[in-house]
């Protein structure tokens, strides 16, 4: 994948790179009903679920988000302060004061080694193989939309420095470097077609093991290799922002999560006027004007000369 300059203009680019922030919390606030719960019961409960409206086991209010949204605002926010580049420490210390912050959720992995950090003010985790949760990635789209515009070595290398905070392991910086790069192939403005050819298909050959030509990934975990087969089944299978949320969530398991990962390649790849009017009204307003926010200003750093 390559990460060469822009043949967008900045207004365009802008706004995709704030669908793909809004896209990540309206697949939040949209899987977060539907999160540990089998397809069946989905279908029982809501036939098909497609309307943002709270509950779930968290019982959030409708239009709100989980920690895969606020912990990506922490992380943006750390890397803002650090004028644009992504150091393992800052990383550290904003999630941790949004751990003392008492988030509605967060995951085993990422609660383990920050209490490891406070003990240690090591911000780097051990390596493990049991840590191939979908942590890092969900949380990626900020170095996503810092780093555009740079070589992909230099993206890969952001990407790690926030990854191995919490999930230091192979399968996790795999998927979570190709997320970065792939939102940033469709921030370019690289269409679905493009997106596949220059980064899911490239990464598919590199690491078969996420492949998304296997039977439908129903219910999937939060293991980082389900989580992205269900991601790339759903991208691929749909032809719209809406669609491609609809389907990802109705699989249930870890909804929020697939829905907020497919939320920010869908939202990069299809853009602000994708998004569907009714989900960007029921989102919280303080979340929607945080995230485009935040999106406006990571990527004007990373545009600055
Ligand atoms: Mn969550
Ligand atoms: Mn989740």
């Given at each position: 994948?390559?990460t060469?300059?822009?043949?967008?203009?900045?207004?365009?680019?802008?706004g995709?790179?704030?669908?793909?922030?809004l896209g990540?919390?309206?697949?939040?606030?949209?899987?977060?009903?539907?999160?540990?719960?089998?397809?069946?019961?989905?279908?029982?409960?809501?036939?098909?679920?497609?309307?943002?409206?709270?509950?779930g086991?968290?019982?959030?209010?409708?239009g709100?988000?989980?920690?895969?949204?606020?912990?990506?605002?922490?992380l943006?926010?750390?890397?803002?302060?650090?004028?644009?580049?992504?150091e393992?420490?800052s990383?550290a210390?904003?999630?941790?004061?949004w751990m003392?912050?008492?988030?509605?959720?967060?995951?085993?992995?990422?609660?383990r080694?920050?209490?490891?950090?406070?003990?240690?003010?090591?911000p780097?985790a051990?390596?493990?193989?049991?840590?191939a949760?979908?942590g890092?990635?969900?949380?990626?789209?900020p170095?996503?939309?810092?780093?555009?515009?740079?070589?992909?070595?230099d993206?890969r290398v952001a990407?790690?420095?926030q990854?191995?905070?919490?999930?230091?392991?192979?399968?996790s910086?795999?998927a979570?470097?190709?997320?970065?790069?792939?939102?940033?192939e469709?921030?370019?403005?690289?269409?679905l077609?493009?997106?596949?050819?220059?980064?899911?298909?490239?990464?598919?050959?590199?690491?078969?093991v996420?492949?998304?030509?296997?039977?439908?990934r129903e219910n999937?975990?939060?293991?980082?290799?389900?989580?992205?087969q269900a991601?790339?089944?759903?991208?691929?299978?749909?032809?719209?922002?809406?669609?491609?949320l609809?389907?990802?969530?109705?699989r249930?398991?870890?909804?929020?999560?697939?829905?907020?990962i497919?939320?920010?390649?869908?939202?990069?790849i299809?853009?602000?006027?994708?998004?569907p009017?009714r989900?960007?009204?029921a989102?919280?307003?303080?979340?929607?004007?945080a995230?485009a926010?935040?999106a406006?200003?990571l990527?004007s750093?990373?545009?600055?000369?």
């Amino acid at each position: 994948m390559r990460t060469s300059s822009s043949s967008i203009p900045a207004a365009e680019l802008i706004g995709r790179a704030e669908a793909a922030y809004l896209g990540l919390a309206l697949g939040d606030a949209l899987g977060a009903t539907v999160e540990f719960m089998m397809p069946r019961e989905i279908r029982g409960q809501f036939g098909v679920h497609k309307e943002i409206r709270g509950g779930g086991w968290l019982r959030l209010k409708p239009g709100s988000v989980t920690d895969d949204t606020t912990m990506s605002l922490a992380l943006g926010e750390a890397i803002l302060v650090d004028g644009g580049r992504v150091e393992p420490l800052s990383c550290a210390h904003a999630f941790d004061a949004w751990m003392r912050a008492k988030p509605v959720d967060i995951g085993n992995t990422v609660r383990r080694n920050l209490v490891a950090f406070r003990r240690s003010g090591d911000p780097v985790a051990p390596p493990s193989e049991h840590d191939a949760g979908n942590g890092a990635a969900m949380r990626v789209l900020p170095v996503a939309l810092a780093t555009l515009g740079q070589d992909e070595h230099d993206v890969r290398v952001a990407v790690r420095a926030q990854s191995h905070v919490t999930h230091n392991n192979p399968d996790s910086d795999a998927a979570t470097e190709f997320l970065a790069l792939a939102v940033q192939e469709g921030l370019r403005g690289g269409k679905l077609r493009g997106v596949y050819r220059r980064g899911i298909q490239p990464f598919i050959e590199r690491h078969p093991v996420f492949t998304h030509r296997s039977r439908r990934r129903e219910n999937p975990s939060g293991w980082v290799i389900e989580t992205i087969q269900a991601v790339l089944q759903s991208l691929l299978a749909t032809d719209s922002f809406e669609n491609c949320l609809i389907d990802v969530v109705n699989r249930g398991g870890d909804a929020d999560t697939t829905g907020a990962i497919a939320g920010m390649l869908a939202g990069a790849i299809y853009g602000r006027d994708a998004l569907p009017v009714r989900w960007v009204k029921a989102l919280d307003p303080k979340m929607r004007e945080a995230c485009a926010t935040q999106a406006r200003r990571l990527v004007s750093l990373s545009l600055a000369p």
